[in-house]
């Protein structure tokens, strides 16, 4: 039995096999991806989805001279796999590996490094346009999955390349998911074309290679006269596509490599921006992830017969205590309302939706949407908690500042996945928030140090009369046993010390307290304060801390430049008070286990602890 994927060098031999060596290597792809990220985890469903697009993309378009563009970037395995990196798998995702997204670092063929949604036609067009005015000559091909379709910079981009009619193909990789089911209207036009009859009733035709196909739109006739006489695919619906300027060609079979190497190379001669519509299924070939394609989106090492977590996760995460305790206050509140913009289960909200489906809204991929939809729904009077990631959140910028904070709304943010993520990497750390969400006007910022913590903050939130952010990181929701800030503007002293004091953040308080027991074995007695609110500061209590301290250190899950640790500094300027601030470096922070990463940049207790002996006078 042949084994294509060690024999053969890749892309280029992709060029030189017939369609059933190319079936058969899709089959190995398959086996390779279930087997490799069942040991390392990542983002298996997607990929097992994409294989024939990405074999018929690097067999007819000649990479890496013509540009791929992976929306998100979570698909970009098999891609990775066929451009060299297929030895690398071992280490995918791990600290010093290989990236689980594009990364232009690690390959030529990798174009942009990305992680978000909905940039992929933008940054094509950009490529584009640049081809042109540099009299170049190759092609733009941008893959964008009908979740990634959800977001408004998708349309923004849509729009501006159908007037600028350049040569730009557009796949939309449909698989009816965004990582739970697809939503919007969209995705509802796009289920109209693929439902069964039409599109079932369409494949048959094309394959018993009927010539008459319908053809709708003026613009749409011309351009694909040729293609219409030489493949069978019908040109039908896509009007909002072909409305904003580009040709629309599909429903095509996006695991029928056959098929879709004949629509992409067609659709390379053609002129302007083509938008081809490649129908998939997500998980394809893993009868586990075809089921529940929402658990295999993301997941970690599992057994691959029978699908199970190699890894027990231990105790309740931050998002699941977050979403519980939003539903107990929806039990006694109707005015609560929680949003989520695609990120339903990962942010918590699983249970909220099925017990309160009229009070829960999933926007799509709309981060910024979601922002202003909220400052809709508090100004009518109810009470909108709107669910995020922190590297996501910083979509919706000027929709906090403008559309929240100068109206001064009661918004709630529940920013979870603050401070380092881990595996996924540059993208995803939530180390900004604090920067800028803490010089808002009229935003209170809290940091919870543990569970019961943010019960109690999600508690206040809901008292207050203003915007409110809520930062907690990744990871189980841990207790701590101490007393809790339940108010804004309180920071609250855990600890008595001599020598040094701490003042700690957040999922910082945990290594504060443990480097304090740490300097006790060298005589060093160090304090402990929770400045769990971050904005407004407890400033009144803090002026009086330092007092007591020649040495203060400041310990934050965020970027130094603009953080709290500079807003103590400041603080505490006039006094005689030796002021470290400890946080993250202004630098893209590498993928690796938060444990790893806190130890490399200096945020585990035992170099908390060092930093103190360091500087002890
Ligand atoms: C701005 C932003 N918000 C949320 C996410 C999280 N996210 C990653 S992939 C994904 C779903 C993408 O769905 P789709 O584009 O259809 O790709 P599929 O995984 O279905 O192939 C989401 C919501 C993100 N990467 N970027």
Known sequence: MSNYLSEHNFPEDLRKMDYDQLELLSYELRDFLVESVSKTGGHLASNLGIVELTIALHRCFDTPRDKIIWDVGHQSYVHKILTGRMQDFGSLRKYGGISGFPKTCESEYDVFDTGHSSTSISLGLGLAAARDMKGEDYKVISVIGDGAMTGGLAYEALNNAGSMNTDLIVVLNDNGMSISRNIGGLSGSLGRITSTDKYVHMKTKVKKGLS?????????????????????????????????????????????????????????????????????????????????????????????DSGKPLKKTSGESYSSAFGNKLTQMA???????????????????????????????????????????????????????????????????????????LQNLPVTFCI??????????????????????????????????????????????????????????????????????????????LRDGADADIWAVGSMVKPALEAAELLMADRISAGVVNIASVSPLDEAFLMEAADDFALLVTVEDGVVTGGVGEAAKALTAEKDTKVINLGWPDQFIEHGTQEQLYQKYGLDAGSIADVIRQNIR
Do not use: W
């Open 212 to 304: 008459k196909v319908p053809v709708v739109g003026e613009s749409v006739i011309s351009g694909l006269h040729n293609v219409k006489e030489d493949i069978k695919y019908t040109v039908i619906d896509g009007i909002l596509f072909e409305e904003l300027g580009f040709k629309y060609i599909g429903p095509v079979d996006g695991h029928d490599i056959k098929e879709l190497c004949e629509t992409l190379e067609r659709a390379g001669k053609l002129k302007g921006p083509v938008l081809i519509h490649a129908v998939t299924q997500k998980g394809k070939g893993y009868s586990k992830a075809e089921k529940q394609p929402n658990v295999y989106h993301g997941i970690g090492a599992f057994d691959v």
């Open 331 to 405: 039990d006694k509140d109707d005015r609560v309302i929680a949003i989520s913009a695609a990120m339903t289960d990962g942010v918590g909200l699983e249970g909220f939706c099925r017990k309160n489906p009229k009070r829960f809204f999933d926007v799509g991929i709309a981060e910024g949407h979601s922002v202003t939809f909220a400052a809709g729904l508090a100004k009518a009077g109810m009470r909108p908690y709107v669910a995020v990631y922190s590297s996501f959140l910083q979509r919706a910028y000027d929709q906090i500042l403008e559309d929240v904070c």
């Open 416 to 493: 979870d996945r603050a401070g380092v993520v881990g595996a996924d990497g540059e993208t995803h750390h939530g180390l900004f928030d604090l920067i800028y969400l803490r010089s808002m006007p009229n935003m209170t910022v809290l940091a919870p140090k543990d569970g019961p913590e943010l019960e109690a903050m999600l508690e206040f939130s809901l008292k207050s009369d203003g915007p409110c952010a809520i930062r907690y990181p990744r990871g189980t929701a841990i207790d701590l046993g101490m007393e809790c800030a339940d108010s804004a503007g309180r920071s609250i002293r």
